[in-house]
């Protein structure tokens, strides 16, 4: 198994322009999340899918869009780059809660470092 | 009161010697804390967890210390080694909630030699 997978792994984009971030995973689970990591700030939860065809927003969405088509995919895309999305992004993925719906461990691809100036 | 605080946000301790990393949360509804690891060009990645009925749980050199009535939470790294060096970040989540996960802000631990 691969695990989570991200491409690319880095970026420079200038001011405006637009991308898609991929995420794949081959795990089959059934969450995936997306999180972008600044320095001193953690990592902060942009969008989120229980599922196909299932989105939510997190704690910073704005500037961000997803879509949830299959269950391994979950692309984040970039509308109109500006530099406070200057960031590294983490595409993570976990299976359903066990037997008392209590939450299991997320797994982290390995990020996709965007610059934009 | 969805914060969960972290410190110190750096470390540094010697070959042998015991790191400890401490979180803070509000939220008295949060039933899972992990512990995440990563290392430079990585992503982080599952070190140990604790739910709330337990007051420690040890794996290896990796405690987890809880006070549910203090609200507090810490990771004990026993024996540092320089290759446990990484950023270390706490996190907190509430069954029920599509397993997101609040983040501390991360500390990054050097072990000398």
């Known amino acids: 198994n691969a695990g989570v997978t991200q491409t690319p792994k880095f970026r420079i984009l200038k001011i405006g322009q637009s991308m898609t971030l991929q995420c794949t995973q081959d795990?089959?689970?059934?969450?995936m999340y997306w999180y972008r990591q600044d320095p001193g700030m953690g990592l902060k939860l942009i969008y989120y899918?229980?599922?196909?065809?299932?989105?939510d927003k997190g704690e910073v969405p704005n500037g961000y869009n997803v879509s949830r088509s299959t269950t391994e995919d979950f692309p984040l895309r970039l509308e109109l780059a500006a530099p406070s999305q200057t960031s590294v992004y983490f595409c993570?993925?976990?299976?359903?809660?066990?037997?008392?719906?209590?939450?299991?461990?997320?797994?982290f691809g390995d990020g996709t470092r965007l610059s934009i100036l | 009161q969805q914060q969960v605080k972290q410190s110190p946000q750096s470390l540094i301790v010697q070959k042998g010697g015991i790191s400890i990393i401490n979180c803070a949360y509000e939220?008295?509804?949060?039933?899972?804390f992990p512990w995440y690891q990563q290392f430079p060009g990585k992503g982080p990645a599952l070190l140990i967890a604790?739910?709330?009925?337990?007051s420690e749980k040890k794996e290896g050199r990796f405690t987890i210390s809880f006070n549910k009535s203090a609200k507090q939470f810490s990771l004990h790294i026993m024996d540092s080694q320089p290759g446990d060096s990484a950023t270390y970040f706490c996190?907190?989540?509430?069954?029920?909630?599509?397993?997101?996960?609040?983040f501390g802000q991360g500390t990054t631990l050097q072990v000398k030699p």
């Open positions: 993570a993925s976990s299976p359903l809660g066990g037997r008392l719906g209590r939450n299991q461990p997320q797994h």
């Open positions: 795990m089959n689970h059934n969450y």
């Open positions: 899918s229980v599922g196909a065809g299932i989105t």
């Open positions: 939220n008295t509804a949060f039933d899972y």
């Open positions: 604790i739910r709330p009925d337990v």
């Open positions: 996190a907190a989540s509430w069954s029920g909630n599509t397993g997101k996960l609040i």
